[in-house]
Protein backbone atom coordinates (compact mmCIF):
# COMPACT_ATOMS: atom_id res chain seq x y z
CA UNK A 1 0.00 0.00 0.00
CA UNK A 2 1.81 3.21 -0.90
CA UNK A 3 1.56 6.24 1.04
CA UNK A 4 -0.37 8.65 -0.99
CA UNK A 5 -4.21 10.26 -0.28
CA UNK A 6 -6.54 8.49 -2.51
CA UNK A 7 -8.45 12.44 -2.83
CA UNK A 8 -5.82 14.54 -3.22
CA UNK A 9 -2.51 12.72 -4.24
CA UNK A 10 -0.30 14.42 -1.72
CA UNK A 11 2.34 11.77 -1.70
CA UNK A 12 5.97 11.19 0.19
CA UNK A 13 8.44 14.62 0.23
CA UNK A 14 11.95 14.17 0.96
CA UNK A 15 13.87 17.44 1.98
CA UNK A 16 17.00 18.02 4.51
CA UNK A 17 16.31 18.50 8.64
CA UNK A 18 18.84 21.20 8.67
CA UNK A 19 20.10 21.47 12.30
CA UNK A 20 21.36 24.95 14.30
CA UNK A 21 24.98 24.02 12.83
CA UNK A 22 23.26 24.28 9.69
CA UNK A 23 24.11 20.01 9.10
CA UNK A 24 22.03 18.55 6.72
CA UNK A 25 20.49 15.71 7.29
CA UNK A 26 18.17 13.52 4.89
CA UNK A 27 15.10 12.46 5.61
CA UNK A 28 11.29 11.84 4.31
CA UNK A 29 8.06 13.60 5.22
CA UNK A 30 5.02 10.99 5.34
CA UNK A 31 1.80 12.44 5.09
CA UNK A 32 -0.66 12.29 7.87
CA UNK A 33 -2.82 9.46 6.42
CA UNK A 34 -5.90 8.11 7.85
CA UNK A 35 -8.46 5.50 7.14
CA UNK A 36 -11.76 6.86 6.56
CA UNK A 37 -15.31 6.17 5.94
CA UNK A 38 -16.71 8.79 3.85
CA UNK A 39 -20.84 8.79 3.04
CA UNK A 40 -21.69 9.43 -0.48
CA UNK A 41 -25.14 11.06 -0.60
CA UNK A 42 -25.63 10.45 -4.40
CA UNK A 43 -24.88 6.28 -3.72
CA UNK A 44 -26.45 5.88 -0.58
CA UNK A 45 -23.91 4.14 0.90
CA UNK A 46 -20.08 4.60 2.64
CA UNK A 47 -16.51 4.29 1.05
CA UNK A 48 -13.77 2.98 2.65
CA UNK A 49 -10.41 5.57 1.83
CA UNK A 50 -7.34 6.41 3.04
CA UNK A 51 -6.72 10.01 3.13
CA UNK A 52 -4.79 13.18 4.42
CA UNK A 53 -5.81 14.81 7.14
CA UNK A 54 -5.58 18.19 5.11
CA UNK A 55 -7.56 16.36 2.65
CA UNK A 56 -10.90 15.83 5.21
CA UNK A 57 -10.89 19.62 5.90
CA UNK A 58 -11.40 19.86 2.57
CA UNK A 59 -14.20 17.33 1.88
CA UNK A 60 -15.87 19.14 4.61
CA UNK A 61 -15.22 22.45 2.79
CA UNK A 62 -16.70 21.49 -0.56
CA UNK A 63 -19.58 19.81 1.08
CA UNK A 64 -19.37 16.03 1.53
CA UNK A 65 -17.47 13.58 -0.58
CA UNK A 66 -19.62 13.46 -3.67
CA UNK A 67 -19.31 17.71 -4.23
CA UNK A 68 -15.35 17.13 -3.80
CA UNK A 69 -14.99 14.42 -6.41
CA UNK A 70 -17.28 16.26 -8.65
CA UNK A 71 -15.06 19.26 -8.61
CA UNK A 72 -11.40 17.42 -8.37
CA UNK A 73 -9.21 16.69 -11.39
CA UNK A 74 -9.11 12.73 -12.02
CA UNK A 75 -5.52 13.43 -12.78
CA UNK A 76 -5.17 14.01 -9.15
CA UNK A 77 -7.29 11.29 -8.14
CA UNK A 78 -6.38 7.10 -7.18
CA UNK A 79 -7.77 4.74 -9.61
CA UNK A 80 -10.53 3.70 -6.83
CA UNK A 81 -11.44 7.44 -6.55
CA UNK A 82 -11.97 8.01 -9.55
CA UNK A 83 -14.10 5.11 -10.61
CA UNK A 84 -16.36 6.33 -7.41
CA UNK A 85 -16.68 9.36 -9.32
CA UNK A 86 -17.71 8.18 -12.07
CA UNK A 87 -20.19 6.10 -10.28
CA UNK A 88 -21.53 9.00 -8.66
CA UNK A 89 -21.75 10.88 -12.82
CA UNK A 90 -23.33 8.05 -13.82
CA UNK A 91 -26.03 7.88 -10.84
CA UNK A 92 -26.69 11.77 -10.98
CA UNK A 93 -27.59 11.55 -14.90
CA UNK A 94 -29.83 8.81 -14.42
CA UNK A 95 -31.68 11.29 -11.55
CA UNK A 96 -31.32 13.94 -13.84
CA UNK A 97 -33.53 12.02 -17.00
CA UNK A 98 -35.93 10.38 -14.12
CA UNK A 99 -37.47 13.59 -12.97
CA UNK A 100 -37.60 14.85 -16.77
CA UNK A 101 -41.13 15.74 -17.46
CA UNK A 102 -42.62 13.24 -20.27
CA UNK A 103 -44.19 15.07 -22.94
CA UNK A 104 -47.08 13.50 -23.89
Do not use: W, Y
Request: net charge positive; proline share 2%.
Amino acid sequence: MSRRCELTGIAVQTGNKVSHSNHRTRTRFLPNLCRVTLISDALGRAVRLRVAAAALRTVEHRGGLDNFLLKARDGELSDGAAALKREIVKKQAEAETAAEPKAA
